[in-house]
């Protein structure tokens, strides 16, 4: 028998040994000739010769089929054949490798549309967070910012330091939060999915989607931040050095 890469870690089996299986018939026992990456199956696959499998099982169910095309075939119109070929005779779905790619990755877009729907919020929420800590922020230093006023600081200077202390925050923001997204990423590729599946997944460091994301944390910090900033400059001079 041939078996999957993931059944090959999960149940520590390796080429050569042999496996006792239950069949119809009674215990079957078979030597792994062969491994094979196959990811149809999280638990593993088994791959015998349908004859053998038949014979033992006594079930002569299909349902799966792999179609090698020689070269220079069209993929599409060996489509088209196989569909009029099982027209009227079973219901099959039918597709090219393309469109089954095609297929998986639509599947796997949907169930990452609520993570995206969660990292919207969770930006939201950090921009109030910002909004907040800069309100705190300037509060308790409202008599040092009456003072940098009164010794000749400009409103506009004042402005630039609340939305650079914001903008301080956003690139830590990012740098923190690319550090935990890596080790968590890389504890779900390595750990978790050996685990669960049997499958090391490959993993490759975001370096695009962090460079994206770092102006636009930016600038979202900005525009959290110009509220404060404003009403850091609009107290009177003799009212902010006289705060306690």
Known sequence: MLISRNFSTRWHTAIGEHLKLDSADGPLDLPVVGIVDDYRSEKGTIFMDRALYKRAWH?????????????????????????????????????????????????????????????????????????????????????????????????????????????????????????????????????????????????YFPWTLILVSLPVVVIGSLMAAWWPAQLAVQKPVVEAIAYE
């Open 59 to 203: 079930d002569s169910g299909v349902d799966f089929f792999d179609i090698s095309l020689k070269p220079g075939v069209d993929p599409v119109a060996a489509k088209h054949n196989v569909e009029k070929l099982l027209a009227g005779q079973v219901h099959a779905f039918v597709y090219t490798n393309a469109e089954f790619k095609k297929w998986v990755s639509s599947l796997v877009d949907q169930f990452f549309v609520l993570n995206y729907m969660q990292l919207v919020v969770a930006v939201l929420v950090s921009m109030l967070g910002i909004v907040n800590t800069l309100f705190i922020s300037i509060s308790q230093r409202r008599r040092e910012m009456g003072i940098i006023r009164a010794v000749g600081g400009l409103r506009s200077q004042i402005r630039k330091l609340v939305l650079l202390e914001a903008g301080a925050l956003g690139i830590l923001g990012v740098a923190v939060g690319a550090m935990a997204g890596v080790f968590s990423t890389l504890f779900m590729t390595r750990t978790v999915s050996m685990v669960l599946a049997g499958y090391d997944m490959p993993f």
